[in-house]
C-alpha cells in the first residue's frame, strides 16, 4: 500500500515536471539566447548557461528600433485597455440591466464578429484604411483591436454583473445615489476581480497581436513589437539573437501584470464562466 | 414625517396584459405602521417599490406628506427601505454600509459618526462595526439593514419582508424589536408580508391585498372579527377558518345554516332575520373559525354540534388541532392540548353559533354583520 502511494506520488511529480519544462522550455531558451553572442548560439553545442553571458544584445537592440516599437506597442495596447474596459463595462451593465428594443440580437451579433476569420478581414479591412488614409497610424490599430477586444469585454462583464444583486443598486440608490453614482459606488467594487481579469485579457491579446499590426503598419511611426520582432528575420537571414532579446523584453509586462493579477485571474475565469 | 396617499395607482409590467397592481386607493397616516400583507404575487411588493420610486408608475398618483413624487427619484423621497435579502454592500464595513447614505449626503464626519454609533446602540451592534456583512449572521446583518435605514432619520420606513429570511425564533425576536423601533421612531412604517402572524402582531392596520387589489383594510381585531370577503375570511386566522358550503333554512326558532345532517343556527346577532330571508334556500358560505369548535358543550341556542371522524390531531402543546370531516367537509378545530382526542375517533364538537361568518357564494362578500 506504501509503495504504492510512493508510486503514485512520483509518477504524478514527474508528470508536473515534465509539464513544466514544457511549457517553461521555449521561454528559458529565449532568455538564455538573448544573454549569449551569436556564434555561441549558432553552434551545434546545447547549453543552459552560456560561456560567455553577454548584454551587449540589449544595448544593440536599445540603439535599433526597439524604443519607438515599445512606445507604439505601449500607446496603441493601453489606448485599447483603458477605452474597452470604459466602454465594455458600461455597454455590459446596459446590457444585463435595461429592456431596450434589439438587445439580443445585438448582443449576438457582437460575438458574431469573432466567428470570422481575421485572414478573411484583412484585405476590406485594408481597403477601407487606405481610402480613409489611415494605413501606418496607430489609430487604426487602436480601432481594430477595440473591435477584437470588446464583445469578449462586454460578455465576461454582463455574466458578472447579471449575478451583482439589484437590490443592492437599488439600496444604494434610496440611500442616495443616482444610476450612475451606484455603479460607480456599488456594482464596480464587485465586479473588480471581473474588471482585473478582462483588463489582463485585452492587454494580452493586443500587446500580442502581430497579423493587424503587421498587415497594415509600414514604419515606426506605428509599428508595435510583435511586427519589429518579425523584422529581424529579414531576406539576409535570421536574427536569432535580436529577435530574442527583443522577446524577453516583449513578454515583461504581460508576464509582470498576470503575476500581479494572478489571484484575479483565477478567480476571474471560474466566476464568469458560470451564471450562479 | 409623513403620510402617504395612493391614488388610483396601476401598474402593468411591460409585455403583460393583467396589471399586477390595479386601481389601489390608501391612505397612510403619519407615523402610521402599516401592513401590506397577501399570498406570494399579489403584488404588494410592487405597491411598496412604487412608494420607493423603484418601479414605474403606470397610471395613479402617489403623494408623501403634501409632496406628488410620481416623478421624483428614490433618493429625493426621503425614505428608507429594509429588504428581504437584506443588500448591504458586501464589499464594505458595517459601519460604512451605516454610513453610505449620510456621507453621500455630505454630513460632517462626527455627526455622521455620532449617529452610525447611536443607531448601533439602538440596534446592539456596537461590536459589530468593523465587520463585513458576510462575517455576520442572518440575524445581525437584519439589524445593519435596520441601522442603515435608521441613520437617515427619514420620514418613511418602507421594509419588504424583512424577517423572511430569519428562522422561527429570531423572526419572533425581531418582529418585537421592529414594533418597539416604530413606538421609538415615531415614523410612517409601511411593511410588506405574507406572514399573517407578522400582520396580525405588528401594525396599526392592515391592508390584505389579492391580485393587486385591496380587499379590505383595517385593524387587526377587526379584520379578524369582521371580514368582508371570503379571501380575507380565509387569509386572516391561523389555522384557517373552516369554510363550508351549506344552504340558509327556516329553522322553528330562526334561521340556520344547513349542510348534509347539520345545521348550525344563526343568531340575530350574526346574520339579521331579514338577510336570513333573502337567503333562504340559497348557497351560502359558512366560515368557522377554529377556535370557535369546541370538544366539549351540549347542544344549545348558543352552542350547535358538528360530528366527524378525525383524521389528524396535531399536539402544538398548550394547544391540539383536530383535524375532521364533518359531512364530507375537511375542517380543523382547536382545542386545549389536554384535549384526550386522538385520529380515528368519532367526535363530537360543539360550534359557537355567534362566532360564526357568513358570505355569499357568489360573490364572496360577508353577509353577517
Known sequence: MKVKKVLNRTILYFLVALIIVITLAPYLWLVISSFSTKIELMSRQIFLIPHNITLANYKDLMSKDFIPAAMNSIIVTSSVVVISVIIGVLAAYAFSRFRFRGKNPLLNLSLFTQMIPPIALIIPMFIIFKRLDLINHRITLVMIYLSLVLPYLIWIMKSYIDVTPKTLEEAAMIDGCSRLKSFFFVVLPMISTGLAATVIFSFIITWNEFFYAFSLTKTLDAKTLPVLIYDFNSKFGANYVMSATAGVLASLPPVLIALLFQKYIITGLAAGAVKE | ???????????????????????????????????????????????????????????????????????????????????????????????????????????????????????????????????????????????????????????????????????????????????????????????????????????????????????????????????????????????????????????????????????????????????????????????????????????????????????????????????????????????????PIQSGESVSFAVDCTMIHAFDKETGLTISK
Do not use: W
Request: aromatic share 6%.
Open chain 2, 1 to 339: 414625517m409623513a403620510s402617504i396617499q395612493l391614488k388610483h395607482i396601476t401598474k402593468r409590467y411591460p409585455g403583460t396584459t393583467v396589471p399586477a397592481v390595479e386601481d389601489l386607493n390608501l391612505s397612510i397616516e403619519d407615523k402610521e405602521f402599516i401592513i401590506l400583507v397577501g399570498p406570494s404575487g399579489c403584488g404588494k411588493s410592487t405597491v411598496l417599490r412604487m412608494i420607493a420610486g423603484l418601479e414605474e408608475i403606470t397610471d395613479g398618483e402617489i403623494f408623501i406628506g403634501d409632496r406628488l413624487i410620481n416623478e421624483v427619484a428614490p433618493k429625493d423621497r426621503d425614505i428608507a427601505m429594509v429588504f428581504q435579502n437584506y443588500a448591504l454592500y458586501p464589499h464594505m464595513t458595517v459601519y460604512k454600509n451605516m454610513a453610505f447614505s449620510l456621507k453621500l449626503r455630505k454630513t460632517p464626519k462626527k455627526e455622521i459618526d455620532e449617529k452610525v454609533r447611536a443607531a448601533a446602540k439602538i440596534l446592539d451592534i456596537e461590536s459589530l462595526l468593523d465587520r463585513k456583512p458576510r462575517a455576520l449572521s442572518g440575524g445581525q446583518r437584519q439589524r445593519v439593514a435596520l441601522g442603515r435605514a435608521m441613520v437617515r432619520n427619514p420620514s418613511v420606513f418602507l421594509l419588504d419582508e424583512p424577517l423572511s429570511n430569519l428562522d422561527a425564533k429570531l423572526r419572533t425576536s425581531m418582529r418585537a424589536e421592529i414594533t418597539r423601533l416604530h413606538e421609538r421612531l415615531g415614523t410612517t412604517f409601511v411593511y410588506v408580508t405574507h406572514d399573517q402572524t407578522e400582520a396580525m402582531t405588528m401594525g396599526d392596520r392592515i391592508a390584505v391585498i389579492k391580485d393587486g387589489v385591496i380587499q379590505q383594510i383595517d385593524t387587526p381585531q377587526n379584520l379578524y372579527d369582521h371580514p368582508q370577503n371570503l379571501f380575507v375570511g380565509g387569509f386572516i386566522g391561523s389555522p384557517q377558518m373552516n369554510l363550508i358550503d351549506a344552504t340558509v333554512e327556516k329553522a322553528a326558532d330562526g334561521y340556520c345554516a344547513a349542510f348534509g345532517e347539520t345545521k348550525i343556527g344563526i343568531p340575530e346577532q350574526v346574520m339579521s332575520a331579514a338577510v336570513c330571508a333573502d337567503y333562504e334556500g340559497k348557497p351560502v358560505v359558512l366560515g368557522i373559525r377554529p377556535e370557535f369548535i369546541s370538544e366539549t358543550g351540549s347542544h344549545s341556542e348558543e352552542h350547535n354540534l358538528m360530528t366527524g371522524d378525525v383524521d389528524l390531531a396535531e399536539s402544538m402543546g398548550a394547544e391540539k388541532f383536530v383535524y375532521f370531516a364533518c359531512e364530507g367537509c375537511p375542517c380543523i378545530a382547536k382545542v386545549p392540548g389536554s384535549s
